[in-house]
Structures are given as C-alpha cells and as structure tokens.
C-alpha cells in the first residue's frame, strides 16, 4: 500500500514509520489506544505548505499587492483545494481510520483528506527536508490556476466595515456537536449588537468563512447597532 502511494507522490520515504504517522487518523488511534496519530504532523505541515504556496506566489505575481496574494493563495491553501489533491492520489485509500470513520465515508471526507495531505509534507519535510516537500507542493502548484477571485469572505467583510463603520466584525461559535474527530461548528458573526450572518463547516475557520458569505449576501447589507 504505501508503495502505491509513494509512486503517486513521487517521494520514497527513508522512515517508513513517519509515512505511517501521516496517515494514521486519530479515530485509528483512539481504537489502537495510542497517542499517535497525524495531528502532530498536520500542524507542521500547514506551516510548511503556507510558507511554500507564498514563495511560489511572491515570485510568480511581482506586480500584486499583499491583498491580492493573500486571496490566491487562500484559495489554494483551502480546505477544498487540499481534498481535491487528496483525491486525485487516492489519498483515502492509504489511510488508517477507525472503524466507525471508514464506515461512514471517511476516505471521502474532505476534512480528513485535507489535514492528511497536511500531515504527509510535515512527514515529507521531516524525511527529506524543505527541497523534498517543497519539491512535492511545487508539483501540484503546477497544475493549479490561483484566480484572484477565489475569495476570502471574511477579508471582504472586514474590509466593507472597516470602511463604513471602522469597527471589524466579530464572530461567535454558537455550538460545536458531532465526535471529536468529526465535529461541526456553528458560528455567527456580529456587529456590535447586530447579528449579520451565520454559517456552519467542519472548522471554526470554515464556520467563520461561511457567516462572513452570509452576511455579504444579505439584501440590506452589514448595519452598526446603535
């Protein structure tokens, strides 16, 4: 199996054991009654990718702006983004998931896929250093169009309230429900007293981005209170 996957990433790993750690879902562990599992390595990873996605944008757009770089790279750093590269290298096919998780569609999961991917350049970059993640991000960044347009909902936001009310929004997490390992957030985003939006995702990053779009498509607009 992890054969398979190394051809599809092109990268042997020299530990076998880090491999496995990236791929190794905390439901897995749980039932393993282990601590170890990628979360370790998905923080590291992030960090690894952002750094990476900004380098390539910095270079490849000289002429931008901060703002217009940071949306671009938003879009390719989203969680929609990340689980489509999961998916197109099976990546869910080479998980260790619980049983319960693999049951209920999570190979699938976009969550998952993405922080796997996260978890698989920490190992990546533990294995072989920052030129062989680098080189495994820059591979897929090949085939990606980062439109400017790929929008931060919660920057646009910010940026309309800034401008008429110069105070930024705020937002609240109403409820979290769902196991540990696969929660849904419930968010709202207020001005003052005034509630202007709110959405739901797996993340309290995704909830957030999905009450800022709802705010933004409300007919009358963001109003102060008073």
Not at 84 to 97: E, M, Y
Not at 123 to 133: F, S
Not at 169 to 184: L, N, R
């Amino acid at each position: 199996m992890s054969q398979a996957l190394e051809e599809a990433i092109g990268y042997r790993f020299r530990r076998q054991e880090l491999l496995r750690s990236a791929l190794t879902h905390k439901s897995f562990a749980s039932e393993q009654k282990s601590r170890h599992c990628n979360e370790r390595l998905e923080f590291l990873g992030d960090s690894i990718l952002s750094a990476v996605v900004a380098h390539r944008l910095f270079e490849s757009y000289p002429d931008e702006e901060e703002g217009s770089l940071s949306k671009r790279k938003s879009g390719l750093v989203s969680r929609t983004s990340l689980a489509r590269w999961g998916q197109d290298l099976s990546l869910g096919d080479h998980l260790f998931l619980g049983a319960g998780e693999a049951q209920s569609g999570g190979r699938l999961r976009p969550s998952i896929l993405c922080n796997a991917i996260e978890a698989l350049i920490g190992a990546m970059y533990i294995d072989g250093g920052y030129d062989a993640a680098s080189a495994f991000i820059d591979g897929w960044l090949t085939g990606q169009t980062p439109g400017p347009g790929e929008a931060d909902f919660k920057s646009r936001l910010q940026e309309i309230l800034q401008k008429r009310y110069k105070v930024p929004p705020h937002y609240e997490v109403q409820q979290a429900f769902g196991p540990d390992h696969d929660k849904t957030f419930s968010v709202t985003v207020r001005l003052g007293k005034n509630v202007l939006g709110s959405g739901k995702g797996k993340s309290k990053k995704e909830a957030e981005q999905a009450a800022a779009k709802d705010a933004l498509g409300r007919q009358d607009g963001p109003r102060a209170s008073d």
